[in-house]
T-cell receptor, first 107, second 114 residues
């Protein structure tokens, strides 16, 4: 079993829909990161969380430390949100990554 | 402030050769981490350097090595290349090595081994 599990692996939605991507982990962590990767490879750090909730524009990230679970929400989704979203947890010595969720938003 | 830069961006090598990749962190950042991304394994941690010292290492064979210079620039080297080393190699920099540091990723070097 992977230390970090994301769901769903693929998600296709229509423009304007509310999107939720989930991340569950099985190890102790000091922080959880949500990353965005566009075609071409570049990775952008969206959020770093150690507790609670953070919001940036249309993106919201939450984490429940007791349940070892985090969610990334996108409100009013747009085709430019199409990308791979990766959850990564900061363990004792390194970042451990989920397999990513490929999101496609159709106009 | 300039972002993380990686050179070269693309590289084609043959089996048995060696390769050196370079990463220049954001000015003022002293920590550099390296990652390998493949379709099968996803993103995996290679190693982390801080103040010219390797702090952590992932589960990769000794053919993978790295170093960091006094100006925080880092290089990674892969010797005796294998087909399975074909991947996107990403580096990321952060100000320090705290457990809650935001990492800033470079654009990556795409390596193809033939």
């Amino acid at each position: 079993k992977n230390e970090v599990e994301q769901s769903p692996q693929n998600l296709t939605a229509q423009e304007g829909e509310f999107i939720t991507i989930n991340c569950s982990y099985s190890v102790g962590i000091s922080a959880l990161h949500w990353l965005q990767q566009h075609p071409g490879g570049g990775i952008v750090s969206l959020f770093m969380l150690s507790s609670g909730k953070k919001k940036h524009g249309r993106l919201i990230a939450t984490i429940n430390i007791q349940e070892k679970h985090s969610s990334l929400h996108i409100t009013a989704s747009h085709p430019r949100d199409s990308a791979v979203y990766i959850c990564a947890v900061q363990g004792a010595q390194k970042l451990v990554f989920g397999q990513g969720t490929r999101l496609t938003i159709n106009p | 402030k300039a972002g993380v830069t990686q050179t070269p961006r693309y590289l084609i090598k043959t089996r048995g050769q060696q390769v050196t990749l370079s990463c220049s962190p954001i000015s003022g950042h002293r920590s550099v981490s390296w990652y390998q991304q493949t379709p099968g394994q996803g993103l995996q941690f290679l190693f982390e350097y801080f103040s010219e010292t390797q702090r952590n290492k992932g589960n990769f064979p000794g053919r993978f090595s790295g170093r960091q210079f006094s100006n925080s620039r880092s290089e990674m080297n892969v010797s005796t290349l294998e087909l399975g080393d074909s991947a996107l190699y990403l580096c990321a920099s952060s100000k320090g090595t705290g457990r809650q540091e935001t990492q800033y990723f470079g654009p990556g070097t795409r390596l193809l081994v033939l």
